[in-house]
Antibody, heavy 125, light 109 residues
Framework: QVQLVQSGAEVKKPGSSVKVSCKAS????????ISWVRQAPGQGLEWMGR????????NYAQKFQGRVTITADKSTSTAYMELSSLRSEDTAVYYC??????????????????WGKGTTVTVSS | DIQLTQSPSFLSASVGDRVTITCRAS??????LAWYQQKPGKAPKLLIY???TLQSGVPSRFSGSGSGTEFTLTISSLQPEDFATYYC???????????FGPGTKVDIK
């Protein structure tokens, strides 16, 4: 059973960057995409982007374009999410999630079935 | 971008009640929709994908339906462990836009 283990909590200054890791254990890493989702305190879920490790291709939500970089290291089964130019509004729990797909009659149906426990990132001066 | 709305935002229900949550998309998304349950301090849990396919291990009291712009999540008989916040998510295949709805909190009456 695959598990996603995330790196520990971070406290960052405004304007700096943070890099969060997500290591997969117990299953196949490259066969799936890895998405990153964040949740600000008391707020809903926000999808940031995803990477397909086997292809090395990343897609980002428009809101985060230019500020987020998602990478993956197949040799260590680890995905990374780096967010730059941090501001207080980036204070949130950041989750990685395995993103699978099944083929349907009109295309691929995606889903996020395995999640990390989350990494708290606090941005404060 | 495709926007999702959920109704109600909050509902109060009793154990044994039948509960229905609606998710509406700003444009048609076929069946590219998933539902998640989240409890405080925990990661979301996948319940339903492809609008109506029950994730393995999820109790059969959960069901999903709909296509196009209107979707529903139904809990046939609410159990104590079901009190949580529920999110819909659209997963349009191209461009990849995996937007979440704002959530519906299900609380104990």
């Amino acid at each position: 059973q695959v598990q996603l283990v995330q790196s520990g909590a971070e406290v960052k200054k405004p304007g700096s960057s943070v890099k969060v890791s997500c290591k997969a254990s117990g299953g196949t890493f490259s066969s799936y995409a890895i998405s990153w989702v964040r949740q600000a305190p008391g707020q809903g879920l926000e999808w940031m982007g995803r990477i397909i490790p086997i292809l090395g291709i990343a897609n980002y939500a428009q809101k985060f374009q230019g500020r987020v970089t998602i990478t993956a290291d197949k040799s260590t089964s680890t995905a990374y999410m780096e967010l730059s130019s941090l501001r207080s509004e980036d204070t949130a729990v950041y989750y990685c999630a395995r993103t699978g797909e099944v083929q349907g009659p009109k295309g691929y149906y995606y889903y996020m079935d395995v999640w990390g426990k989350g990494t708290t990132v606090t941005v404060s001066s | 971008d495709i926007q999702l709305t959920q109704s109600p935002s909050f509902l109060s229900a009793s154990v044994g009640d039948r509960v229905t949550i609606t998710c509406r998309a700003s444009q048609g998304i076929s069946s590219y929709l998933a539902w998640y349950q989240q409890k405080p301090g925990k990661a979301p849990k996948l319940l339903i994908y492809a609008a109506s396919t029950l994730q393995s291990g999820v109790p059969s009291r959960f069901s999903g339906s709909g296509s196009g712009t209107e979707f529903t999540l139904t809990i046939s008989s609410l159990q104590p462990e079901d009190f949580a916040t529920y999110y819909c998510q659209q997963l349009n295949s191209y461009p990849p836009g995996f937007t979440f709805g704002p959530g519906t909190k299900v609380d104990i009456k």
